[in-house]
């Protein structure tokens, strides 16, 4: 019977669609995984469901409530894991006081069971692992006029590693006497163990020991299915009971050959198997545990004058946070005072320390270098860059590549296709031979060396390790499909404020058609207060360098893609491209050879005119960007990898094609409006061509999201990032190479991996069949197909991004990781 599990009101009616995560037991090749994601979009309001066999994790998104979901993964004959969470309760008095908790707790989706201690002052709540964050829990609590927290003074104690070997080594000692008898008759001695002590020895390895394959059997039985445990139990079920009829039909001497052995030590050797495959997938979680012990348990906090040590969970937004020197930091903030260098090679890849003064913006999980630090807080909890960043790489790790779906196809039917050739192993044999021994010894070869755990876990497990490494070298890459779709990219696209260059530019040139170049930036600077445009700041800042007093402006507004119109002490200005100019039919000639220089040189160039009257130009602006010290050689990393770079760009065509001859740019599109880049990308798909987009700003949202991959840049907003399929943790232009060349290299793993695990079934299956491979060979090869795919993939947590040398540019700069 399947478990009822409590109701919530979290989505109890049609609404937005949520992302339920929890985890699964039970799992154990991809025929389970076939079987879940089956069970769960049957439910009603269910939109997707995915399961990762290597994790663990099951990922729904429906606009249903928990409940159906988890009653249909236990409907499928698997255990939904669960965890304890312990909560500091504060303002309680009396016993309503604790059923109202409890009450509150048993509200949040995912709560199982939840206990309130009154004396103790503590909570102790039974959750899906997964779905329920601590902060949810002590909303909830606050919700009900209560405070809660995470216990301050509890430290989590690294969890011991489970001591899950002992089944293993006593199934090795039990089956070892079958081995050392099966060797001796193989080498023609007539020496053998009397049949009562091989079943005294190989009965508690078969129903014992290898318990577990005829319960997780069972229960794909109930459900409908089959899966690997099921061919296990089969196959060694047979050879056992074969013996046993044996023995009990041929009393006396002449006894003929047992078959205990092979039972015993295919169950030993899954065994086996099965452990190294744990062992071995603990590894593919490391990048998240090594992401997790960022967090700090406490912090220090400056209230009124005074330090005091808290939870971090406490922290809130505006907390004054003390770091000082070899601390991590607690919480995403902006240093008010203080300098130091900060460690933030786990979070961004950069192995230097970043200097960081007053104003800099700190990332939570950092390391202090020498200087002591007070900090704003400016993000906490879920919504934190640390968080982010992890929730983004578990998104990755639990999500399901394109090409896996093949496999699960394939994995549906493997185990109802085995059980068939398995049976017709064993009847054409029969009727061959005449006798059921030899052809039964056959099948059950073919039964245990059928594995499906390699396939299910050959996709999962490289995309976990691959997600990881990414994260590592600051490679955020946001779910499987990008990564696999990344490896085909032919064209990559880039913007060039704040991509390729620095995104600071600043006033190279003033030249005055009408007035003087005092005034001229006067009233250009007047016009831009207040605006955060990086040409604005610019201005604004060549006039504080020259002392400059602004002027009283009003009706500012944008022109997106063209400028903005401004009054400025009583005269209507515009400030923008060649473009609004022309519109308003300004006069440029007297100054279009400067500009044209200008822009040869790799300038940007604005005009202001004066249009209260007749349109008259007053003048234009020069503004130069600084390349990226990377930029250069990124290019050229792109053109080595078969790749063509093109950049589309707002800027005027002579900046825009300067800034291109001295990166080697394929192809420029310049004077493109923000609205427009979503259809260059469109029109670089022509000819098949799979196109990657990298952006940083909230104008390259669209072409981000048109392209086939796209690409932001951290150092960018939110709203690009949200957007992207993969995200650079440094402004680096060289994170994108190393992003393509670690997506081909994860893909092509995955591909060598799903070869080899279809060619150990298409060639094992067919030569146990006719006899040609024993039950202890079989068993041996099946446990080592599924350690094989496992280690194969850890492998790739040796990829590191290429050298990157910098010449010319900016001097000699040199990155090298370690």
């Known amino acids: 019977m399947t478990r009822a599990f409590p109701e919530t009101t979290a989505a109890a009616h049609a609404g937005p669609v949520q992302q339920w995560t929890f985890g699964v037991e039970g799992m154990t090749c991809a025929s389970c995984v076939a079987r879940i994601e089956t069970a769960l979009t049957q439910v009603p309001r269910v939109s997707a469901a995915r399961v990762n066999l ?73 959750v899906v692992s997964g779905a329920v964050a601590p902060a949810a829990l002590i909303q909830a609590v606050a919700a009900a006029g209560y405070e809660a927290g995470v216990p301050a003074a509890k430290e989590a104690a690294a969890a011991p590693p489970p001591r899950d070997w002992w ?20 080498l023609g001695a007539r020496w053998s163990l009397p049949g009562w002590i091989q079943l005294l020895l190989a009965t508690p390895v078969q129903f014992w020991l290898g318990a577990r394959f005829y319960r997780a059997g069972w229960r794909a039985l109930r459900a409908g299915s089959g899966n690997m445990d099921l061919l296990v139990a089969l196959g060694t079920s047979a050879g056992y009971g074969l013996s046993v009829y044996l023995l009990a039909t041929h009393a006396g001497p002449g006894v003929p050959h047992l078959y205990f052995e092979a039972s015993a030590v295919v169950i030993t050797l899954v065994l086996l198997g099965k452990w190294l495959e744990a062992r071995a997938k603990r590894h593919t979680g490391d990048a998240i545990r090594a992401l997790q012990a960022l967090r700090p348990d ?25 770091v000082r020197p070899g601390e991590r930091v607690p919480a ?134 691959g997600t990881g490494v ?23 696209a880039f913007d060039k404020t704040g991509t390729l260059t620095q995104g600071k530019p600043r006033v190279t040139a003033l030249e005055v058609a009408n007035g003087d170049s005092a005034r001229l930036l006067q009233q250009a600077a007047s016009a831009q207060a207040g605006s955060e445009h990086p040409l604005a700041q610019a201005l604004l800042d060549k006039a504080k360098q020259d002392g400059t007093d602004l002027l009283p402006a009003s009706k500012v507004t944008a022109l997106p893609g063209r400028g903005l119109a401004a009054l400025v002490a009583g005269r209507e200005l515009r400030l923008g491209s060649t473009r609004l100019m022309q519109e308003l039919g300004v006069d440029l000639s007297p100054l279009a050879a400067s500009a044209a220089t200008l822009a040869r040189a790799g300038n940007s160039v604005s005009w202001l005119a004066d249009v209260t009257g007749q349109p008259l130009l007053l003048g234009l602006i020069a503004f130069g960007d600084v390349l990226k010290p990377s930029a250069r050689q990124a290019v050229a990393r792109l053109r080595g990898l078969g790749i063509r770079t093109v950049m589309i760009s707002g800027d005027n065509r002579g900046a825009a094609e300067s800034v291109a001859a001295m990166l080697g740019l394929d192809e420029v599109r310049a004077e493109v409006l923000p609205g427009d880049k979503a259809a ?15 952006g940083d700003g909230i104008n390259d949202a669209p072409a981000l999201a048109a392209a086939d991959v796209g690409i932001a840049m951290s150092t960018g907003t939110d709203v690009a990032m ?7 943790m440094r402004g680096d232009p060289a994170l994108v190479a190393d992003a393509l060349a670690l997506s081909r290299h994860t893909y092509g793993r995955i591909l060598k991996s799903l070869f080899w695990a279809f060619v150990y079934n298409l060639v094992g299956i067919p030569l146990a069949a006719f006899g040609l491979l024993s039950p202890v060979v079989a068993g041996a090869a099946m446990a080592l197909s599924s350690v094989s795919v496992v280690t194969y993939a850890l492998l790739l947590k040796r990829w590191r991004p290429a050298p990157l040398e910098l010449d010319g540019l900016v001097g000699s700069v040199r990155r090298r990781h370690p």
């Open 680 to 694: 260059e990308v469109q029109a670089l798909k022509t000819g098949g061509a799979v196109v990657a987009m990298v």
């Open 298 to 322: 406490t912090a220090w906090v400056r209230r009124e004058g005074v330090d005091c040590q808290v939870s971090v969970s406490t922290l809130a937004v505006g907390d004054l946070l003390v």
């Open 54 to 126: 290597a994790s663990e994790a099951v990922m729904v998104e429906a606009d249903a409530d928990l409940a159906p979901l988890l009653e249909a993964v236990e409907g499928a004959g698997y255990r939904v894991k669960e965890e304890q969470l312990d909560l500091a309760i504060g303002g309680m008095t009396c016993a309503s006081c604790v059923g109202r908790v409890e009450k509150a707790l048993l509200k949040v989706p995912g709560v199982l069971a939840a206990t309130v201690n009154l004396a103790s002052e503590a909570a102790r709540v039974r």
């Open 167 to 186: 089944p293993v080594a006593l199934a090795a000692v039990l089956s070892l006497p079958l081995v050392v008898q099966m060797l001796a008759v193989l």
């Open 722 to 728: 949200h957007t992207a399929g993969i995200t650079l």
């Open 470 to 492: 990414g994260a590592r070298h600051g490679i955020l890459i946001k779910d499987a499909e990008a990564l696999e779709i990344a490896h085909r990219v032919s064209v990559v």
């Open 332 to 465: 995403d903030g902006l240093v008010r005072d203080g300098r130091s260098h900060l460690d933030e090679s786990l979070l961004t890849g950069e192995s230097l320390p970043v200097a960081k003064a007053e104003g800099d913006a700190v990332t939570g999980g950092a390391i202090n270098g020498e200087g002591l630090l007070l900090v704003e807080t400016t993000a906490v909890g879920a919504e934190s860059t640390l968080a982010r960043i992890i929730r983004l790489v578990e998104n990755a790790q639990a999500a399901k590549a394109p090409i896996q779906r093949l496999v699960d196809r394939i994995s549906a039917v493997f185990v109802p296709v085995v059980l068939v050739i398995a049976a017709m192993t064993l009847v054409i044999g029969w009727w061959l031979t005449g006798e059921v021994a030899g052809p039964l010894i056959n099948a059950v070869a073919v039964l245990v060396i059928a594995c499906p755990c390699a396939l299910g876990l050959a996709t999962p497990t490289v995309i976990m390790v």
